[in-house]
């Protein structure tokens, strides 16, 4: 029976990020990664033609809008700046409630600014991508003595503080990785949000006003970041200092 967990033990055979030139072929000894390219190869070359992008010039950035339920994502050719927008796919399950992950068994998603760090071609949910929580961020901000891991976008509809799409959208978010990764794109930004965080969002309106609320400050802070990609649709270039703020810096 499959435990409904995102914890997904990684062997030998879980592939690194470490920018090889062949990871594309290296992805594709595993079965379930010539069927998603396979099944999602004509779908994907579509898309980034009708956006300008090439196949071999590909680069991806990817958000989460958690009140959403939404993982957008963005693409370019790696010579340019600004990133398009190019699917929207839907979160389909949930846990936890809005805010950061701060520990072990929360249920919580996270919140902040994250790359992928590995590619599981064999995961327990057909396909999945580990995100690098906790960050520098999320471990200077939380006083736990266990704060989690294994978080992962990944199959299967089912999630304790996951991103969940359906094995179906996966393989397309899987494909659009690899093929960033065979480009030797070094990070993969994946940026996860409460929410949409404008003006004329509900959530925003009724929760950003309060100066002494912890929880109000640190999404604050994330909207800096929010604020300034959808100027400009670029990587965010940012450090974290040793509050665990986000230091947003503007591209020169």
Not at 22 to 33: E, P
Not at 92 to 112: A, I
Not at 199 to 212: I, L, S, V
Request: proline fraction near 3%.
């Amino acid at each position: 029976m499959k435990i409904l967990t995102c914890i997904v033990t990684l062997t030998l055979f879980a592939s690194t990020i470490n920018g090889q030139n062949n990871f594309l072929d290296n992805q594709k000894k595993y079965k379930r990664v010539q069927n998603a390219f396979k099944d999602k190869k004509t779908t994907i070359e579509n898309k980034l033609e009708t956006n300008g992008i090439k196949i071999n010039e590909l680069n991806i950035l990817l958000i989460a809008y958690k009140q959403e339920s939404q993982l957008i994502v963005y693409a370019k050719n790696k010579n340019e700046l600004g990133y398009k927008k190019v699917e929207t796919y839907k979160i389909c399950s949930k846990s936890g409630f809005l805010g950061p992950k701060r520990e072990q068994g929360d249920y919580q998603v996270p919140e902040g600014y994250y790359h992928i760090n590995r590619f599981n071609p064999f995961s327990s949910f057909h396909l999945s991508l580990g995100i690098n929580y906790p960050n520098k961020s999320d471990r200077i901000k939380s006083n736990a003595v266990n704060r989690g891991g294994d978080i992962f976008i990944h199959g299967d509809c089912v999630t304790i503080g996951c991103l969940p799409l359906t094995d179906d959208k996966i393989k397309e978010v899987y494909c659009y990785s690899v093929l960033a990764k065979n480009n030797l794109q070094g990070n993969i930004p994946v940026y996860i949000y409460p929410y949409k965080m404008t003006k004329t969002n509900h959530y925003y309106n009724c929760q950003m006003n309060n100066e002494n609320n912890e929880l109000i400050k640190f999404w604050k802070n994330l909207k800096t970041g929010y604020d300034l990609f959808q100027l400009n649709k670029e990587e965010l270039n940012f450090q974290i200092n040793n509050q665990g703020n986000y230091i947003i810096k503007k591209n020169s």
